[in-house]
T-cell receptor, first 114, second 115 residues
């Protein structure tokens, strides 16, 4: 099946610095979703990208889907301590009957020095 | 609205014992997923159901694992006999309904330790 590789595995930043995590695939993705998991918590859906070259923003978070739909990125501007957690990308196969089998990347664990 | 509800939240059991994890999906969702999360292997999809019917169980590690969904509001994941390597966080998740149908909503997880 398809696999998504996520880098970096870990990232430690000073509060206020920017942060970016990347998700790469060797094959074209139909769509990609991003989730955040706080320490001790459960993954929570952030956003879905479907179109080639799509860019979406949520406050300080910017999500991009590559033109070839083989990569995606999540960029956080001016990190805050509330951004601590692990960020996962998840690639979904064809949407059949309204749902799909998501395959998650390994995640990028973000820690922040206040 | 209540989210996905899992029980127990934490379980410590001895090797060889049977473990049963329970899940109540979000009302109206017609897909239910069981995931396992470990440091080594990340988030792995074990099995998922559509309208109570198992669709894909290729992620179930071995015969010691079984999952059922007797009705739209209840599912179980059973491990018998349990082994220390089964120690992990087990997440139940559901999707469907009126919103983004392929967005997955996770429960808070069942933290399993097998000693």
């Amino acid at each position: 099946g398809q696999q998504v590789m996520q880098i970096p595995q870990y990232q430690h930043v000073q509060e206020g610095e920017d942060f970016t995590t990347y998700c790469n695939s060797s094959t074209t993705l139909s769509n990609i979703q991003w989730y955040k998991q706080r320490p001790g918590g459960h993954p929570v859906f952030l956003i879905q990208l479907v179109k080639s070259g799509e860019v979406k923003k949520q406050k300080r978070l910017t999500f991009q889907f590559g033109e070839a739909k083989k990569n995606s990125s999540l960029h956080i501007t001016a990190t805050q301590t509330t951004d601590v957690g692990t960020y996962f990308c998840a690639e979904g196969g064809l949407i059949i009957q309204g749902a799909q089998k998501l395959v998650f990347g390994q995640g990028t664990r973000l820690t922040i020095n206040p | 609205d209540a989210g996905v509800i899992q029980s127990p939240r934490h379980e410590v059991t001895e090797m060889g014992q049977e473990v049963t994890l329970r899940c109540k999906p979000i009302s109206g969702h017609d897909y239910l997923f069981w995931y396992r999360q470990t440091m080594m292997r990340g988030l792995e999809l074990l099995i998922y159901f559509n309208n109570n019917v198992p669709i894909d169980d290729s992620g179930m590690p071995e015969d010691r694992f079984s999952a059922k969904m007797p009705n739209a509001s209840f599912s179980t994941l059973k491990i018998q006999p349990s082994e220390p390597r089964d120690s992990a966080v087990y997440f139940c998740a559901s999707s469907g309904g009126q919103g983004l149908r392929n967005t997955i909503y996770f429960g808070e997880g069942s933290w399993l330790t097998v000693v």
